[in-house]
């Protein structure tokens, strides 16, 4: 999950780059403080964008934590902030976020609904990335539900937005519509999409799809 960062002063901005330092260390307890250091003063400077960063990057601290209850008190209190100044790109990846928890906790019909939020924001802004990560999430989250022609439509549409720089999400998608056409009896296309994720995932450096999809063909093959 990625964490947010914007244009801000120099104290805060250090303070910023700190806490996601941490974050990425795995020092939850300083990130978590001043995460909670930079919300406070960009809410005393009513700098309404910063705390609804602040709030996402905290929520993803305690994801990291699998303090899920947490996490998720955290995007919505950054979902807020972004809906009082129609941040329709923050809101898009606080949905997102969201959805993601609910994925993780088998809670698939709340993954469905967060990332169909998510869509809806991120195609208003043009950001291709959260657009074609709500269509996977949404695609996984339809797969779980055994949806499988209403998976295959929205992958489908996050195939339509394919260009060079997002070959790791879409080896992704790939990997899904395999799952997609596998459990529809489409053999020979459940492979090729199998293929087609080892490909591209190969090329971005996505080695968990690379390493499931070889699997799942090994699997055809095997019968």
């Known amino acids: ?18 806490a996601n330092k941490y974050l990425s260390e795995g020092n939850y307890e300083k990130a978590i403080k001043l995460y909670q250091q930079f919300i406070d003063n960009s809410l005393k400077k009513q700098k309404i964008m910063d705390v609804g960063m602040g709030y996402h990057n905290l929520g993803i601290v305690y994801d990291a934590q699998r303090k899920s209850d947490l996490a998720i008190d955290c995007f919505i209190k950054a979902l807020e902030y972004h809906k009082k100044i129609d941040n329709y790109r923050g809101m898009s990846w606080a949905y997102f976020s969201i959805g993601l928890i609910f994925g993780q906790l088998n809670k698939y019909e709340e993954m469905f609904e967060q990332n169909k939020k998510a869509l809806t924001f991120g195609i208003k802004v043009n950001d291709n990335e959260i657009v074609i990560k709500s269509y996977n999430g949404i695609g996984h989250a339809l797969n779980q539900l055994k949806r ?9 549409k996050a195939l339509e937005l394919f260009d060079s720089d997002n070959s790791y999400l ?6 899904l519509i395999g799952i997609c056409l596998e459990n529809l009896g489409r053999k020979n296309e459940a492979i090729e999409s199998y293929s087609l994720a080892i490909d591209y995932g190969a090329k971005s450096g996505n080695e968990q799809i690379v390493a499931l999809s070889f699997s799942k063909i090994s699997e055809f093959q095997a019968h």
Do not use: C, G, Q, R
Request: aromatic share 16%.
């Open 148 to 156: 499988y022609p209403d998976s295959l439509k929205y992958l489908e």
């Open 1 to 18: 999950m990625a964490y947010m960062i914007e244009d801000n002063n120099k104290e805060e901005n250090n303070i910023l780059i700190e």
């Open 170 to 175: 879409i080896s992704e998608t790939y990997y």
